[in-house]
């Protein structure tokens, strides 16, 4: 890789541009009255939430051993996705590169900000080729690169992640949504290695908080900076922002919440083996399955006859249905309901 200088990468006017300051959030007072924000006097959340999210920040920078100035907040890890695409990627002009299959989103942000969606097919293993990852880096030319780890809807890590974030002339987003089930060591540990590196985080997943939207991009503080300068102002609301606080604290109730769904995937697994309409369970380190169906159609359809939804993922990966995993009560209800077809 050549010299990384990040200006090189970004967006001429968003360079140009200002970030929204709380002069509030950025100040410390004893016994403040606020009438700077138009806000109601009385209610119970009449206050706009801290545009900073400097308490969450400090927490996670604790947590993940970095510093706080590399830590930006969204809502959801959607929010982040696009505002990588707004500051890196001018519309009309530069391209996203990637994987296919992979998370759909990627192409819908890029494709709302009017770049070009490179898709680059992975092998019948579900992996990346070296050779045609580097032939269509070097012909595309694609300003960022979003690579999900473990990928979603096919449930495997991806191995070598540094040879391609060294070999990639842009930005490299891993989003690691599923990185507390899988086991592997997270991408936040290269950040200080390499300067074009994003890594996504979320508490949708492993800590059980879809609801609230929030997720997490780790980056250099340069890349950070610019993140904020693009997000709105109070993009994250107190309610989310307080109960994820309140979850950082409680690291035995995630460790035992974790640990149940590994065991549950372990369980779904023995008895999944067991079905006969199933040709192929392939490997995951996620908390979800893409399995290989015996006339796809049919399973889906008596899967939603007993209200069980799933994500029917044929046409694009033939006779493939990708089942996450539930409770005890859940799983077993799916497993009754495919031994009946």
Known sequence: MKEFNIKDLVRKNILELQPYVSFRDNNTFENPVFLDANES????LNRYPDSTQKELKQKLAVLKDVSAKQIAVGNGSDELIDLIVKVFCEPKKDAILMMNPSFAMYGFYA?????KVVKLNLNENFEIDKEEFLKISNEEKPKVF????PNNPTGNSIEDIEFYIQNFEGIVVVDEAYIEFSGK???VELLEKFPNLIVLQTFSKAWGMAGARVGIAYASEEIIQLINTVKSPYNVNSLSLNKISELISNKEFIKSNIEYTLNEISW???ELETINCIKKIFPSDANFFL???????????KL???EILTSK?????PDCIRINVGNREENNKLINVLKSI
Do not use: M, T
């Open 304 to 306: 939603l006859e007993n």
């Open 291 to 301: 399995i290989q169906f015996e006339n796809v159609d049919k399973v889906y359809q």
């Open 313 to 317: 993922r044929s046409p694009q990966i």
């Open 268 to 270: 779904l697994r023995n």
């Open 185 to 187: 060591k997270s991408c």
């Open 111 to 115: 494709s709302v900000n009017e770049n």
């Open 146 to 149: 979003f690579l999900c780890s």
């Open 41 to 44: 006097a009385f209610g119970e």
